[in-house]
């Protein structure tokens, strides 16, 4: 049973991939990368600094914080891609996420530099993603530690396309529940 709270913190579910990935669902998800600058951008147009300091739940970030951590996070993918296609199986730096959205840069910063970086970093992301092979997206990965487990590429570009989505719609449900 979904409960509120639930419902709050993951508005589209959670990550869930079983089984093979297709070429096809590979060009769905990186159209979701591609797609996501644009869509936060349309998502926070206009929002008063009081608006962009509101948490999209009690005891969440707000939307500042929120934007600033899809940047900081998705830029740790990029590298984490990078890393599984120059390295054997390298084991990634796990980041505590919750510690970085508490920083100065995060809760106090202008929402116009992360979606600055955003835009351009998925605009290099992207064009990586679109170069990879079959093989990359297959048998190329990394092990992460915080977990203790390994992620093919294939994979992680679904949890990031994902990620993307879900803290989008954190900021698109906050608004329509607040009529902004």
């Known amino acids: 049973m979904t409960t509120e709270l639930d419902q709050l913190r993951f508005p589209i579910g959670e990550f869930e991939w079983e089984g093979e990935i297709s070429e096809a669902q590979r060009a769905e ?3 979701d990368i591609a797609a996501l600058p644009a869509q936060l951008r349309a998502a926070t147009q206009g929002l008063s600094e009081e608006q962009l300091d509101t948490p999209y739940r009690h005891g969440g970030w707000t939307v500042r ?7 900081d996070s998705h830029m740790n993918s ?9 390295e054997d199986t ?11 959205a508490e920083l100065v840069d995060s809760k106090a910063s ?8 955003i835009d351009a970093l998925h605009r290099r992301w992207v064009r990586l993603l679109n170069s990879l092979s079959e093989y990359e997206y297959r048998e190329r990965m990394f092990y992460h530690p915080g977990s203790d487990r390994y992620y093919r590429l294939d994979y992680n570009l679904g949890v990031y396309a ?7 719609a954190h900021i698109t449900e ?4 607040q009529g902004w």
């Open 162 to 168: 994902w990620h993307g989505k879900h803290h989008l």
């Open 78 to 86: 990029m590298i984490r891609f990078k890393l599984a296609l120059t």
């Open 110 to 117: 202008p929402i116009e530099l992360s979606l600055v970086l």
């Open 65 to 71: 914080q929120v934007v600033h951590h899809i940047a």
């Open 29 to 31: 998800w990186i159209e």
């Open 90 to 100: 390298p084991t990634i730096r796990p980041y505590y996420e919750e510690r970085w």
């Open 174 to 177: 906050l608004a329509k529940r």
